[in-house]
């Protein structure tokens, strides 16, 4: 079993490296590696798409990183491979991204990227630190986690999803921010799991073990 964290030169992977190889020894999920290689996102069987910065510069690096792009489409799209992406990994899933200029997504979760904007102007964007989730709708990734867990958050944009069902859990900021979303084989954290303590690395260690 590997699990491959793509790395395309967007955001500091140490942390979420660390995390994900925590878990899978403890649940006995194989290999993880931090890759930049086509051949290995082709043959992984679980993939991870992290994200740090603006939608269009994320997509553009993506989209740049020698097949990788390619690889990772073909893996989730054909072969039906588990897939997360973890904060602007998990904007990248939408239609389309509203942030600085109009960039199409991948289109795997219907919906657009738009920047939050809470009803009480006295909170700030970026929304940053510890939030409480809401679960919206089951999911074997909510094994052991409840509604009030909380998770750390670092974003000024979220996704606006088309269909409710595919939000899996929100967080309220004066008005309801998307936490996690999914269909299928695919997953999306706009939070950071691996930094997320107790709550996040169930989540990574669910996600290790899903089979859907």
């Given amino acids: 079993m590997l699990t491959a ?3 395309y030169e967007s955001g500091n992977l140490h942390s979420a490296h660390k995390a994900f190889e ?11 590696t931090v890759t930049s290689d086509a051949e290995v996102v082709a ?12 939608f269009p510069a994320c997509m553009a690096a993506l989209k740049g990183a020698g097949g990788v792009f390619d690889a990772m489409v073909e893996a989730v ?4 491979r588990p897939f997360l992406g973890i904060c602007v990994g998990m904007q990248l899933m939408a239609t389309m991204g509203r942030e600085y200029r109009d960039t199409p997504g991948l289109d795997w979760i ?8 809470p009803a009480d102007r006295s909170l700030k964007v970026p929304h940053m630190g510890w939030n409480d989730l809401v679960i919206d ?10 509604t009030g867990d909380h998770a750390y958050f670092v974003h000024s944009y979220h996704m606006a999803v088309n269909d409710p069902a595919q939000r899996l859990a929100h967080v309220d900021y004066a008005g ?7 269909r299928d084989t695919m997953l999306g954290m706009q939070f950071h799991p691996e930094k997320s303590q107790a709550t996040g690395l169930r989540l990574i260690s669910n996600f290790l073990k ?3």
């Fill in 22 to 32: 925590r878990m899978a020894r403890e649940a006995d999920a194989g290999e993880v």
């Fill in 176 to 182: 309801d921010v998307t936490a996690i979303i999914g």
């Fill in 77 to 80: 799209e054909v072969k039906g």
């Fill in 137 to 146: 709708h089951p999911h074997a990734v909510f094994d052991g986690i409840k």
């Fill in 110 to 117: 219907g919906g657009e990227v738009t920047r939050i904007a």
């Fill in 5 to 7: 964290i793509i790395d």
């Fill in 43 to 54: 043959r992984a069987d679980r993939i991870v798409l992290p994200g740090d910065g603006a």
């Fill in 210 to 212: 899903w089979a859907p």
